[in-house]
């Protein structure tokens, strides 16, 4: 048991945030709202992280600027349309529905659709076979089908 405790102890700095003291805004309403754009932005170096996590000096860089936009008073769309001009819709976490992402947007559903149309075409198509439409085993065939299940 001291063992396991031990070992979720050593875990948990894993899972602080990269943010530094020194980035942190002193008005608490403002820093929340940075904290919520940063977790939308991706980091462009981890690619697998957003900048609020990452230790990446590109990541700090961008919490940065976010802080700076938000301190000269832009919203949070605005903030962020301004990270994606600079950086393009990569860093997004949750890329637009405009435009090429549109046709991303679209492919997972037509091609559910797609699927589902195909299973109800081959299932109905089982459904309509019949046993004549099946050739008849021959007696020969028969004959070897008794010896097989016999032996």
Do not use: H
Not at 88 to 106: I, K, M
């Amino acid at each position: 048991m001291r063992q396991l405790v031990l070992a979720l102890a050593l875990l948990l700095p894993m899972t602080a945030f990269a943010v530094q003291p020194d980035e942190v805004l002193p008005d608490p309403a403002a820093e929340a709202r940075a904290r919520e754009i940063s977790q939308k932005l991706r980091c462009p170096v981890c690619q697998g992280e957003n900048i609020d996590e990452s230790n990446a000096p590109i990541s700090r860089d961008l919490r940065l600027y976010v802080r700076e936009r938000i301190v000269a008073g832009d919203s949070n769309d605005e903030v962020i349309d301004a990270v994606v001009d600079r950086f393009g819709e990569f860093v997004l976490f949750e890329p637009r529905a405009q435009g090429g992402n549109l046709v991303l947007w679209l492919a997972g559903p037509v091609m559910a659709l797609l699927a589902l149309l195909g299973a109800w075409r081959f299932l109905r198509g089982r459904a309509t076979a019949r046993p004549e439409d099946t050739p008849a085993l021959s007696q020969a065939e028969r004959d070897r089908l008794d010896q097989i299940m016999r032996d």
